[in-house]
């Protein structure tokens, strides 16, 4: 068997069995530690600028090495408005869309790896893992400060699946619109007398 096989072999016995080295323990410590420790940092900076904006000059001119993307950071995590480890980490995938949610989901979905709802066929529903989302799927589930509701992610499939059907050289190109529930897709240089808008209208609301 392949060392390196062997290796992993081990440290999933070990994973399993809840029990890890020292030196992986020790890594971990001192890696939530220092994430802990910018947390509490930028909480510091936050509370301090809060009281006096003018405070903010002393703190770059104390830390000149640091940058304002860092200071922006600081503010960001000291609010409680991202998690450290999504500016932190840039191997979390889908991490700028995670960084808009809010900070309490945030904490859920990364920290608790609490699954996402993901809804197939109209009816079906999943629970994902963020780690596992295409980028199709994440398409369909973020909705910028919000993670889509059911009824959301239902009407993005439909007019997904309409798109498709449209780009697509099956019976629909034969036809100058089609009527998916209360949308109407229309061609391009379609015209319509007012009698074919009345039975359009008839058809969308029988």
């Known amino acids: 068997m392949p060392e390196e096989t062997m290796v992993l072999d081990q440290v999933q016995k070990l994973n ?13 410590d001192a890696y939530n ?64 869309q995670l960084k808009r949610l809010p900070f309490t989901q945030q904490k859920r979905i ?16 999943l629970k994902v893992d963020v780690n596992f989302l295409t980028p199709e799927q994440a398409k369909q589930v973020f909705r910028g400060d919000h993670m889509a509701t059911l009824g959301e ?5 439909v007019d997904r699946e309409g798109k498709a059907k449209l780009t697509k050289g099956d019976p629909i190109d034969s036809m100058p619109y089609v009527i ?15 009698r074919d808008l009345r039975n359009i209208i008839k058809l969308m609301t029988e």
């Open 16 to 28: 399993t069995q809840g029990q890890w080295p020292d030196y992986v323990l020790a890594f971990r």
């Open 110 to 125: 990364v920290e608790d790896r609490e699954p996402i709802e993901l809804l197939v066929n109209e009816d079906d529903i």
């Open 153 to 157: 992610q239902k009407a993005w499939l």
């Open 33 to 96: 530690g220092a994430r802990d420790g910018l947390l509490r940092a930028g909480e510091i900076y936050v509370r301090a600028i809060d009281e006096d904006p003018e405070r903010a000059k002393e703190f770059r001119a104390a830390l000149p090495d640091f940058s304002e993307r860092i200071w922006s950071q600081l503010e960001l995590m000291g609010r409680h408005q991202v998690l450290p480890q999504l500016l932190l980490s840039t191997s979390i995938p889908y991490r700028e």
């Open 180 to 194: 998916q529930g209360n949308k109407l897709l229309v061609k391009r240089n379609t015209q319509f007398t007012l």
